[in-house]
Structures are given as structure tokens and as C-alpha cells.
């Protein structure tokens, strides 16, 4: 097996998405959505140990998920690559303690729901990035990011380093450290040299990284002139969003009185 399709690559990056989405967007509805869980009542009118409760058991759940699908592409890959290996095996999700620090760290910089949300949506994905890189850690594979669509500066830079073995070094803990929310992103694996995702091309993420001289600050600045519209637009778009739902909560109220 020489490569993987792109059409195959972004059928796994799409479910991985849908996981960590669900769960973002859940998490948001209950504690925002006029009819949710806490019937838009917001942080503060929430207890912080069942916010954080709720907020576990969503991770749990669809990080569950995520780890399943990034084992079955473990598996495929190695299969098809004719590499003896013992199966994937799934990442732990992370634990209530884990969760707790992750989502009050967020929290306290931001109250925001969509920025609070995506909280929930990073540490499911991160559960299916952790599968991939441990157990190609545990069979001496190499691991490569491969990025998505309007990639950032932080996930061209981590493209350009092309496919590497896998090192304690790679991971702190146990985990993935990078990964950042809303991000399209994902390790991909392989177990010789033949072997590449198709589309993906390090040497074009490291010509971006060279010209920029390796400075983050510059290649984000030249990310958001090139892609300004499209940022403002999304922005737009979630502000309208979050005043809907604000609207919907106040006629309810309204209603009720």
C-alpha cells in the first residue's frame, strides 16, 4: 500500500469532527439552549461540580467513540501495509480531574459558550489523537500531522516536520499536547516508507514555515489577511447565533411571567 486516498483520509477526519462537534454542541445546548438541560440558566447558575459532571460524561462517551474510530484506521493501515502488529488499542478518556482542569482553565479566561464548548470538542478529539500516537509508540510506527483545510501557523508548523517516529518525547503524559479546538487536523500513520496520505506534502508546509523565518506571529498574521472574510463571516455567524438563543431564553421568561 503506497498512500491513502484523500476521499478515505477525510471520511476519518469527518467522523472524528462529527464526534467532537456533537459533543461541543451538546455540552453548549444544555447549559445555553432555551428547553436544554439547565434551561438556558448559564454558567453561573450552574453548580460547577455538575457542569463538570455532565461535561465527563460527554467526553467519556464520545471520546469513547473517537478512540474506536482512530483504532479501526490503526488497524486498516497496518493490515493493508502488511505489518505485524498487535491491534489498536484505545486511549483512556480523560479523567473527571482532567476534564475539571481543562474546562475551569477555560473558564477563567473566557465565559464565552462557544469558547466553553469547544473545551468539551477538543478533549474528545484529543482521546482519538492519543489512540494513534500510543500504539504507534508501543509497534515503532511513524506518525505524521496532516492538516486541514485553512490550516493555522501552530498546525503548518507541526505539518512541515513531515513523518517521524514516534518518541516519549512526542507525548507529555500521555497525550497529544498540542491539540487546540476547532481544529480539522489529525495524525496520520504509517509503517514504511512507501506510505503517505495523499495530498499531503511536508515540504510545502516547511516552504511556508521557511518563508515566514519560523515565526508563528508572522505566518498568523499572513493566515488571517488571506483568510479574513472567511474568519469574520464565521464570527458573524456564531454572534447572531448566540443572540437567537439569547432572544428565544428572554420571550420563554417573558412567557412564563
Given at each position: 500500500?503506497?498512500?491513502?486516498?484523500?476521499?478515505?483520509?477525510?471520511?476519518?477526519?469527518?467522523?472524528?469532527?462529527?464526534?467532537?462537534?456533537?459533543?461541543?454542541?451538546?455540552?453548549?445546548?444544555?447549559?445555553?439552549?432555551?428547553?436544554?438541560?439547565?434551561?438556558?440558566?448559564?454558567?453561573?447558575?450552574?453548580?460547577?461540580?455538575?457542569?463538570?459532571?455532565?461535561?465527563?460524561?460527554?467526553?467519556?462517551?464520545?471520546?469513547?467513540?473517537?478512540?474506536?474510530?482512530?483504532?479501526?484506521?490503526?488497524?486498516?493501515?497496518?493490515?493493508?501495509?502488511?505489518?505485524?502488529?498487535?491491534?489498536?488499542?484505545?486511549?483512556?478518556?480523560?479523567?473527571?480531574?482532567?476534564?475539571?482542569?481543562?474546562?475551569?482553565?477555560?473558564?477563567?479566561?473566557?465565559?464565552?459558550?462557544?469558547?466553553?464548548?469547544?473545551?468539551?470538542?477538543?478533549?474528545?478529539?484529543?482521546?482519538?489523537?492519543?489512540?494513534?500516537?500510543?500504539?504507534?509508540?508501543?509497534?515503532?510506527?511513524?506518525?505524521?500531522?496532516?492538516?486541514?483545510?485553512?490550516?493555522?501557523?501552530?498546525c503548518i508548523t507541526l505539518a512541515s516536520r513531515g513523518w517521524q517516529h514516534v518518541t516519549k518525547?512526542?507525548?507529555?503524559?500521555?497525550?497529544?499536547?498540542?491539540?487546540?479546538?476547532?481544529?480539522?487536523?489529525?495524525?496520520?500513520?504509517?509503517?514504511?516508507?512507501?506510505?503517505?496520505?495523499?495530498?499531503?506534502?511536508?515540504?510545502?508546509?516547511?516552504?511556508?514555515?521557511?518563508?515566514?523565518?519560523?515565526?508563528?506571529?508572522?505566518?498568523?498574521?499572513?493566515?488571517?489577511?488571506?483568510?479574513?472574510?472567511?474568519?469574520?463571516?464565521?464570527?458573524?455567524?456564531?454572534?447572531?447565533k448566540r443572540q437567537e438563543r439569547e432572544s428565544s431564553a428572554a420571550e420563554e421568561l417573558n412567557?412564563?411571567?
Amino acid at each position: 500500500m503506497s498512500s491513502m486516498s484523500l476521499n478515505e483520509w477525510v471520511r476519518y477526519r469527518n467522523i472524528l469532527k462529527r464526534l467532537s462537534q456533537t459533543a461541543a454542541d451538546e455540552f453548549r445546548d444544555a447549559v445555553w439552549g432555551t428547553g436544554g438541560r439547565w434551561n438556558a440558566v448559564g454558567l453561573d447558575g450552574i453548580p460547577r461540580d455538575e457542569l463538570i459532571s455532565y461535561a465527563y460524561a460527554l467526553v467519556t462517551k464520545y471520546g469513547e467513540g473517537s478512540a474506536a474510530v482512530a483504532c479501526q484506521l490503526y488497524d486498516e493501515i497496518a493490515e493493508l501495509s502488511g505489518a505485524s502488529v498487535p491491534p489498536a488499542m484505545p486511549a483512556e478518556t480523560p479523567s473527571i480531574n482532567e476534564v475539571a482542569k481543562a474546562l475551569n482553565g477555560t473558564i477563567k479566561v473566557s465565559e464565552n459558550e462557544e469558547y466553553v464548548s469547544s473545551t468539551v470538542g477538543r478533549l474528545v478529539k484529543q482521546v482519538g489523537q492519543d489512540t494513534t500516537l500510543q500504539n504507534a509508540l508501543r509497534d515503532g510506527a511513524e506518525a505524521a500531522w496532516i492538516p486541514s483545510g485553512d490550516t493555522c501557523a501552530f498546525c503548518i508548523t507541526l505539518a512541515s516536520r513531515g513523518w517521524q517516529h514516534v518518541t516519549k518525547k512526542t507525548l507529555k503524559n500521555g497525550h497529544a499536547e498540542h491539540i487546540h479546538a476547532n481544529c480539522d487536523c489529525a495524525y496520520g500513520v504509517r509503517f514504511d516508507s512507501s506510505f503517505n496520505v495523499d495530498g499531503y506534502d511536508p515540504d510545502t508546509y516547511l516552504g511556508i514555515y521557511n518563508e515566514a523565518d519560523g515565526n508563528l506571529n508572522t505566518m498568523r498574521r499572513d493566515f488571517y489577511a488571506k483568510n479574513a472574510e472567511k474568519i469574520n463571516a464565521q464570527k458573524r455567524s456564531a454572534y447572531a447565533k448566540r443572540q437567537e438563543r439569547e432572544s428565544s431564553a428572554a420571550e420563554e421568561l417573558n412567557i412564563g411571567n
